[in-house]
């Protein structure tokens, strides 16, 4: 199956149960439908996306898996993060529809045919979509939030992982 692939497509071996392809965006839906009805790679397993937010692209990973679920290929394709669109792969796998959504709610892609584009975990979100590398979470935490403040366990982050780290040294080295 891989042989075959080998013949229409440049295929990295990431390694023995997992390939991956590189293709043009506008290429997705076809290369996704030939896969699917020529090979056994069957099931959409995940869409996985990357924010390269300095090249001003998402990269998007379609997580094919075999019928046997022995081997995975990624098909991958990048898109300009303004104006994010990608057309919906719900008629060849209905399961797209949820990791669309998500992708949706998370990055703020389009996806084109998808129906259910709306809000899915965070009601009402308003802000920059909270996946994007430009979310400012702590910033975000605490101009919303003031569960911490006043509470004797308001801890520096930075300052209490340095803590953790110093004592699980210390315990190392005297053997507990």
Same mark, same amino acid.
């Given at each position: 199956? /891989?042989? =075959?692939?080998?013949?229409?497509?440049?295929?990295?071996?990431?390694?023995?149960?997992? @390939? =991956? /392809?590189?293709?043009?965006?506008?290429?997705?839906?076809?290369?996704?439908?030939?896969? #699917? #009805?020529?090979?056994? @790679?069957?099931t959409?397993?995940?869409?996985?996306?990357?924010?390269?937010?300095?090249?001003?692209?998402?990269?998007?990973?379609?997580?094919?898996?075999?019928?046997?679920?022995?081997?995975?290929?990624?098909?991958?394709?990048?898109?300009?993060?303004?104006? #994010? #669109?990608?057309?919906?792969?719900?008629?060849? @796998?209905?399961?797209?529809?949820?990791?669309?959504?998500?992708?949706?709610?998370?990055?703020?892609?389009?996806?084109?045919?998808?129906?259910?584009?709306?809000?899915?975990?965070?009601?009402?979100?308003?802000?920059?979509?909270?996946?994007?590398?430009? @979310?400012d979470?702590?910033?975000y935490?605490?101009?919303?939030?003031?569960?911490?403040k006043?509470?004797?366990?308001?801890?520096?982050? &930075?300052?209490? /992982? =340095?803590?953790?780290?110093?004592?699980?040294?210390?315990?190392?080295?005297?053997? &507990?």
């Amino acid at each position: 199956m /891989i042989e =075959k692939l080998k013949q229409n497509y440049e295929i990295e071996e990431k390694n023995q149960r997992l @390939f =991956k /392809i590189r293709i043009k965006q506008e290429e997705l839906i076809t290369v996704i439908s030939s896969i #699917s #009805s020529t090979t056994n @790679f069957i099931t959409l397993s995940q869409i996985a996306c990357a924010d390269w937010i300095e090249d001003e692209v998402f990269t998007l990973n379609y997580i094919l898996t075999t019928d046997k679920r022995d081997k995975n290929l990624m098909v991958e394709i990048s898109i300009a993060r303004d104006n #994010s #669109s990608i057309p919906t792969l719900m008629k060849l @796998f209905p399961q797209a529809e949820v990791m669309e959504r998500d992708l949706h709610e998370m990055y703020g892609m389009d996806f084109i045919g998808n129906p259910t584009l709306y809000d899915f975990a965070l009601e009402d979100w308003k802000e920059i979509p909270p996946l994007r590398r430009e @979310f400012d979470t702590l910033e975000y935490v605490n101009s919303n939030f003031e569960f911490r403040k006043g509470r004797e366990d308001n801890r520096d982050v &930075k300052v209490e /992982i =340095k803590r953790r780290r110093a004592e699980a040294k210390k315990r190392l080295k005297d053997g &507990k």
